[in-house]
């Protein structure tokens, strides 16, 4: 398929990148045109999406979604995708030591690179996307030579890496790769000779010393041990500390079989639980998104492929019941402790007061180096107790809410999963081939579950279950919108179930119940507080604070913002369901299913 011009080669680009979301006019303005776009910007747009729409065919599908444009291609490969999911697996790989493995499947990924990356397209989008491909790209293949060196490649891998570190100086990973093929090729002093080199390098450019990559590889060097590669990461586990005797804990629940996507999210959390413990104090990190999104999956997934650099062990506590409500800090502490090995009443008797569980369990985990995953927390006034205050300890936590009172967190905000993910995590349950022969039903069940990978599990299981029916069947079932929720659960797993307690931890959960119902009249399209003040007969002002409680408790997502910069808020369509479910209900809690977080 030939294309010309650099603003046709932009719209498709950005519609690739976007991963099945939408791509607003807004975003598109800005990567085509930069902060001055003409006033024909729209229609030019127009243009731009029926001509793709002509070069790609029936089988892509370029569909406008408020507040911009949606590409949906379940059966297509992209190079990106296709890069991403070969360097998951290679890494995982490397991890568990399967070296030819994971050379194969690295390189297998970087032969999806097929010169430069975002060639033909305008200086805005390659300047907004172009640093961080080139980034994943990179390590990707540090990964790759990590794998060739400990296969004793060194000798065909030495004149790579004098191209790699003349081209890439401050990278003080391949510097340190390139110093362990010298090393293991005998040429002691070209190694050293590299190292010194680098050392001024970084002082004259960057005011900076070397990096713990390459300092250990240099005294790895200066001590004549070859290793399993110095400079890699199979070398640089954290040393054990005080407490390397005792049995470290390892409460994580059990990886599920089927975690899909979200390659960008790990890898970044990943990054984050990887950085070397220092004296900044506390880590928190923070997994966000709404019910039944996978935030459990993932920050325990990250956790476990992560334990390497925690040898002190992991914890793991759930901080609300099946009845999604908040556990007390005591019971989460108490269990906590006990999974330190501390002895503490619980049962019958009356568990310990609070400060007294919190002064033990600080004193348990001072000068550790743990992982925490607390799951589910509901806000920070229940959370404070539970974080752990020293700087060796990472407390990675999940919630709905964002939690801007916890200090210092980095946040991952979760998404629904864009259709290839969907697709793969529901062929994990119900079997590709079954869904391959029969696509648009199968593209209808993707739809109805909007991307959540909960109602995706349920389908699955659903359909896993009754092997001898039609995905078009379900299909149907889940067609009417008035008993779709309905139809979303299985098992014990319940969507809506996992979607109620959202409202219910809200502050004045009842003012917002009333808010959500009234909503739901202005149906799927984006909207702004003005017309939200209309539909709820308040002022602008108040309707905004409204519409902020509901994004926090995430029932309401920002979509993007007006000409006039002000914020646009859109339902997910099953939230919009149970919305609308709510009109007649009568008020009464739901259970929450395991896992539903």
Partial sequence: MALSGSKIHTVLAALLLARGRVVSDSRLNTLLWGWEPPATSGAQIYTYMSRLRKLLGDEVGIERRQPGYLLRAPHSTVDLLEFERLDTLGRAALRRKRFGEAGSLLTQALGHWRGT??????????????????????????????????????????????????????????????????????????????????????????????????????????????????????????????????????????????????????????????????????????????????????????????????????????????????????????????????????????????????????????????????????????????????????????????????????????????????????????????LLAEPDAADDVLAYCGGLPLALRVTGSRLAARPYWPVARLAERLADPGSRLAELAFAGVDVAGALMPSLEQLPESGRARATLVQLADIGAESFPAQRAAACLRTREAAAEQLLEQLVDGALLDICGVDRQGRPLYRFHELVLLLARSLKDAPRQSRREPTGAR
């Fill in 117 to 434: 990356a975002l060639a033909n397209v305008t200086e805005h989008l390659a300047d907004a996307e172009l640093p961080q491909l080139e980034e994943a790209r990179m390590h990707t293949l540090e990964s790759r030579i990590e794998a060739d060196l400990a296969l004793g490649r060194h000798e065909q891998l030495t004149a790579e890496l004098t191209g790699l570190v003349a081209r890439h100086p401050l990278r003080e990973k391949l510097r340190a790769q390139l110093m362990t093929a010298y090393y293991r090729g005998g040429r002691q002093s070209d190694a050293l000779q590299s190292y010194y080199e680098g050392r001024s390098l970084l002082a004259d450019q960057l005011g900076v010393d070397p990096g713990e990559d390459l300092g250990s590889t240099y005294a790895a060097v200066l001590a004549g041990r070859s290793g399993p590669g110095p400079g890699s990461t199979a070398s640089r586990r954290p040393a054990p500390s005080a407490y390397a005797d005792e049995d470290a804990p390892s409460m994580l629940p059990a990886q599920t079989t089927e975690f899909v996507g979200r390659g960008t999210e790990l890898a970044a959390l990943r990054a984050q639980l990887a950085e070397p413990a220092g004296g900044r104090g506390p880590r928190h990190l923070l997994v966000t998104g709404m019910a039944g999104v996978g935030k459990t999956a993932l920050a325990v997934h990250a956790a476990h492929l992560s334990a390497a650099h925690y040898p002190d062990g992991c914890l793991f506590a759930e901080l609300t019941g099946p009845d999604g409500q908040p556990r007390q800090p005591a019971d989460v502490l108490t269990g906590l402790l006990r999974g330190l090995g501390e002895h503490v009443s619980g049962g019958q008797d009356a568990p310990a007061e609070t400060d007294e569980l919190l002064r033990r369990y600080r004193a348990r985990t001072a000068g550790r180096r743990l992982l925490v995953v607390l799951d589910g927390a509901v806000n920070s006034r229940r959370l404070d107790p539970l974080l752990a205050g020293s700087p060796d300890a990472v407390v990675l936590i999940t919630s709905r809410a964002r939690l801007p009172q916890v200090t210092g967190a980095r946040t991952t905000a979760l998404a629904p999963l864009g259709d290839g993910a969907a697709f793969d995590l529901l062929a994990a349950s119900a079997g590709r081939a079954r």
